[in-house]
């Protein structure tokens, strides 16, 4: 059973960052950037993005010209999106250890405020709303990604289903992942506009995970999320070589000789202040 409560905590995601950095950023970033299209993001802009990681979509807008602040709460993400930041020579984008729950920032101070499939694992994700409305000036805009379905991430239910089968003693009801009352958009509207948004819309974006090899996929699912990352390294070194082996068998049963492809569907909610 995958405890997404690792993913609610600071430590969970300072011991995933290199990982994530290396392997996923690169993926997360395509919805980044379709949120900064929706939302228009112009040179001089002040932009905050909130639980940031390691800075997809901070990144995108300091090279559009806007003023960035990116917030985590892990201080081992944010120690990545400063390096990244330096390398880069984007002067104008700042990081720090925040909690996105509790910014430590001024009412009205952001012109847009961006959370990409990141405030959809917090603990009180009203109050995260809350937030990001309290630090946009009027007529400020935010744009939150969160995950569709499980069943639209076919990566997911792929591993999900070579567990069942490969371990079936282990096959317990897993438990719902954080994001799953913001999976249908009318949901995700809604807790919008309880924060305080007006205009809410919500568009739905898909991108494919692509691999040349499927056990390049079991290891990047298994080191994508802290959650995902325990439960297979829990496993004794003979239950997770079943567990890979079903499966391998799975996939290329699916999609033959590959490359391999998995698509992953997400939304965009976007209000304006």
């Known amino acids: 059973?995958?405890?997404?409560?690792?993913?609610?905590?600071?430590?969970?995601?300072?011991?995933?960052?290199?990982?994530?950095?290396?392997?996923?950023?690169?993926?997360?970033?395509?919805?980044?950037?379709?949120?900064?299209?929706?939302?228009?993001?112009?040179?001089?802009m002040r932009v905050l993005d909130v639980a940031a990681g390691s800075g997809a979509l901070a990144l995108a807008a300091a090279q559009r010209g806007a003023e960035v602040l990116a917030t985590d709460f892990a201080p081992g993400m944010v120690k990545l999106l400063q390096d990244k930041a330096a390398a880069a020579g984007h002067t104008q984008l700042r990081?720090?250890?925040?909690?996105?729950?509790?910014?430590?920032?001024?009412?009205?101070?952001?012109?847009?405020?961006?959370?990409?499939?990141?405030?959809?694992?917090?603990?009180?994700?009203?109050?995260?709303?809350?937030?990001l409305a309290r630090v946009l000036v009027p007529g400020g805009r935010a744009a939150v990604v969160a995950w569709s379905r499980p069943d639209k991430m076919k990566v997911l239910g792929a591993f999900q289903n070579a567990l069942w089968r490969a371990l079936p003693d282990l096959a317990l009801p897993p438990r719902p992942p954080p994001w799953l009352p913001l999976s249908e958009p009318e949901a995700f509207k809604a807790e919008m506009r309880e924060?305080?948004?007006?205009?809410?819309?919500?568009?739905?974006?898909?991108?494919?995970?692509?691999f040349d090899?499927?056990?390049?996929?079991?290891?990047?699912?298994?080191?994508?999320?802290?959650?995902?990352?325990?439960?297979?390294?829990?496993?004794?070194?003979?239950?997770?070589?079943?567990?890979?082996?079903?499966?391998?068998?799975?996939?290329?049963?699916?999609?033959?000789?590959?490359?391999?492809?998995?698509e992953a569907e997400a939304h965009i909610a976007i209000g304006r202040k």
């Open 1 to 44: 059973m995958a405890d997404y409560s690792l993913e609610q905590v600071p430590a969970g995601w300072n011991d995933a960052a290199t990982f994530y950095d290396a392997h996923v950023a690169s993926f997360t970033a395509k919805f980044a950037r379709d949120a900064l299209d929706l939302v228009g993001v112009s040179p001089g």
């Open 95 to 131: 990081a720090a250890v925040m909690d996105g729950q509790h910014l430590d920032l001024d009412d009205a101070s952001f012109d847009r405020a961006f959370s990409v499939l990141g405030l959809m694992f917090f603990p009180d994700r009203k109050k995260g709303f809350a937030e």
């Open 195 to 210: 924060a305080g948004f007006a205009h809410v819309r919500a568009h739905t974006v898909s991108h494919t995970l692509v």
């Open 213 to 262: 090899e499927p056990t390049t996929a079991f290891d990047w699912l298994t080191g994508a999320t802290p959650a995902l990352n325990v439960l297979v390294h829990r496993l004794s070194p003979e239950d997770r070589a079943a567990f890979l082996e079903v499966f391998v068998e799975d996939v290329v049963a699916a999609q033959g000789q590959g490359p391999f492809g998995f």
